[in-house]
Structure formats: structure tokens, C-alpha cells
């Protein structure tokens, strides 16, 4: 059944709550007569329960990652501790006001500063900036830093090199800022050729912006001999920490020659993705890039803290006051919640997991690119075009099943690409029904595609226009429309 709007189910004159006449309404408001509205707005009247209802059954409507499994590769949807929600909106931080002065937000204070150490060691570099507000804010400031890296060392660099399975905000981050993207061709076992590398490397290059575990879910083992080849032409290794998730507590990417990168704390560290914000993007560098860092700083001195601002080589300021605090706060508290032991934990199991349903579809599925993966993988469908399936048949086909489908046709180095990333917090139980439904749509895709081309069928509305709804989004919902 699809919900009415909320103005349909208005009733002249039904309210939620009135307050007393007299009590407080008889007092008029100092507000300028011309400020005042002629007529009242035109705002839904209902009672407080249809309000409770109308948007809990809308909730209901919507997939999540509270009620089903969510195995979007790239975007890493995991189960993020309820715990860590209370802990951000306890009262001291939500009444907490930006213009405060420092003396009286030392508690806040220490726990930026303290979440910048804890990144810092966990991803082996110098030094923290949690400023940007996305990882694709984070590439932006990280090649505004690599820019004035290089002015100051004398030479202006004006490209960067990216390889053909990056995330698309990779080169649309580098191309915003002013730089000229060069693409490199993935190897036939999908990693970076060493030798395209190689002869792409000179002295106009700024940076290179890799992956890693990149978006095949693979390593990049080959990563110490691709920093020394950056390192000796002058130029800076960038990496797109958005797959931190396999590597926590194993491996730190300073160890292996990164010298920035940017970690998505809405994919790693415990804040809820998927509502479209907010996120974090903080930005980790190396020693000799610290100067460049988004102002201002915070710094700890006998045991006080205070933002410093006086950096003269300093990018400046990326973000109003500073940062996503809440999504910080969130951090803060998961990594407190997991300590260093758990933290090892949560990449173990997002591998293992992984590999897991790896092992489960690689007889049914095609996997062009490596013999196990790290924290996900990416599945071919294209051998199912001769049937008429497409990918996206596959993925609503998967909601009547009650999953909502892997991320399609990404990479686009891989046609009819499944990208299935499984996360560290599910279950055997629910990864063997997940490889079971795969399985099933499978056989179905050769015994019953029409099934498949008409899916989900179980949903409360079927296949939507999404193009128009982007393009020329209609809010409200007609009988006519199906
Ligand atoms: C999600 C993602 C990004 C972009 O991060 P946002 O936080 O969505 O801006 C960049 N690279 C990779 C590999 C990603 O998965």
C-alpha cells in the first residue's frame, strides 16, 4: 500500500499540541507588522499520531541497513553501533556553540585532538587534519596541499596520474583543482602496470592517486616499488583511504611510502552512510606536508588545548568552524569502544567475510580479477546477456529476495560489473542466504527471465524511471503513475 502525502491526510483545524490560551499566547510577538504573514502558511493540520505513523510507515518503505543486508561495494554500508549515536548526541555536544570560547570547550577540544593522534597511528602518518567534510572533499584538499607542495618547492606540477579503476571523484576532485588527469591502464590482473607507470612518470607530474586495496578488491603488491617510482620523479603518492576497512590494525599506509590520504569516516569509522550526509574526510600527510594542513590547528600545550592559526604556508581554511564534529564525536567513541585489539578485528572479518562469499559464488559467477580478494570483490554478469539479463535485472531481482543489491557497473573496468563488499558485522547465516538468493537468480536468469526482467515484485512500487526522477524529480505520487 503506498502512503499518502501528509497534505492529504489534513484536516482544517487538527492540530498535535495547543497551549493554553492566555497561558502564552496572549503577549504579542515583537516581530515588525510587514514581517508578519497576511494568511497562515499552508501547512498539513494533523494530529501527533498521524505524524507518528505517516513517517514510521514511510521509514518502512525505504530499504536499510537496520533491517536488511546491504552489500554495496565501494561504500562499505556497515552496522554501525548504536552506542556511538547516543554518545554524539549526549548534551554536552549538541549545546556545544562554535563561537564559544576555547577555555570553555576544552572537553571537545581534546577529543579532536585526540581522534587526530588515533588516526594518525592508525594509518602511520604525522599528522591529521579533520577539516573536510567527505572523502572527495578530503582528494580536494589533499591536491590543494599537493598543489602548494610543489609552488613551494619551486616548481608548479600540473598532472595527475590515476589509474582506469579508480572512484570517479578522484579525477573530478584533481580536475576541480586545476590539474590535468592522466589515465593509466589497469594490468590484465587489474593492478597498476609497473611500466605504464613508469613511462607516465615526469617531472609535470604532482601526484598519483591510488587505491588500495583498489576498487577490484585487490592489493596493490606491487605498492613499495610504485612509491619509489613516484618518490624518485619529486612526486607525491595520494592514497583514497575509502577501503581503510581492509586494512585496520594489519597494515598502515605510511608504511608503505603514502604520503596523503583521506579516510571516509562514514564508511570506516561508525557513522551512518546512506541518508546522504553527513560524512568526514579527514586528511592524513606526511612530515614535510604538515605546513600545507587546513588552519587552523589545534594544539595541546600543558595539558590545555587551542586552535592555532598563525601558518603562513597554510591552504587555509576548507570547512566553517570545524569539521563535522558529530560525525567525528562518532569516531571518537567507536574507536575508544573497539581499543587497538578490535580494531585489528574489524578488517579481519570484513576479509574474511569477503572471501567467504568469494569462495560460495566463484563457481556461478564470473570474477575476471584475482584468485581471493581482500575486502571486496567484483563479479561479471555479462555472460548473461545472452539470455537478455542485465546486471540491473540481477539487482532488482535481489530486493524480492530482501537484499539490496551490490553496487553496479563499477568499476567500469569490468563490464556488467557486481561489486559486493559484505563488511565486517554480518553473519555466516546471512552471507550463505546471500549466496543462496545469487544462486537462485542465477538459475533463474536461464529457466524464468521474465521474472527477472519484471522484478522486485514484492516491493511497494516496481522499476521506477530513475533518469526522470532525477532529472525532473515529481514528489508527488499519482494514481496513474506506476
Ligand atoms: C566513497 C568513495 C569515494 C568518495 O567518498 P565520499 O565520502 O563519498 O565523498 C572515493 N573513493 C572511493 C574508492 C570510494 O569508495
Redesign the pocket.
Known sequence: MLEKLIFEKSSPGRTAYSLPVGAYCNTPLPIPERHLRSKPAELPEVAEIDVVRHFTRLSQLNFSVDTNFYPLG???MKYNPKVNEDVSRYEGFVNLHPYQSQEQCQGILQILYELEKTLTEICGMEEFTLQPA??????FVGMLISHAYHVKNGKRRNKIIIPDS?????PASAAMCGFDIVEIKSNSHGLIDIETLKRNMDSDIAALML?NPN?LGLFEKDILKIAEIVHDAGALLYL?G??MNALLGIAKPGDMGVDIL?L?L??TFSTPHGGGGP?A?PLGVVKKLIPFLPAPRIIKKDNSYNWQDDRPDSIGRVKPFHGNTGVLIRAYAYLVSVGSEGLGKISESALVNANYLWKKLSGHIEIPYGERCMHEFVASTRKLKANGITTLDIAKRLLDYGFHSPTIYFPLIVADALMIEPTDTETRETLDEFADAIIKILEEAKTNPEILKKAPHNTPASRLDEVQAARKPDLRWRKDSS
Request: net charge negative.
Open positions: 565501494s561504500c562499505t567527505a572523502g572527495a572533499h578530503g582528494e579508480a572512484h570517479g571523484t578522484n587505491t576498487t583514497d575509502a577501503n583521506h571516509n562514514h564508511k560524512g574526510g
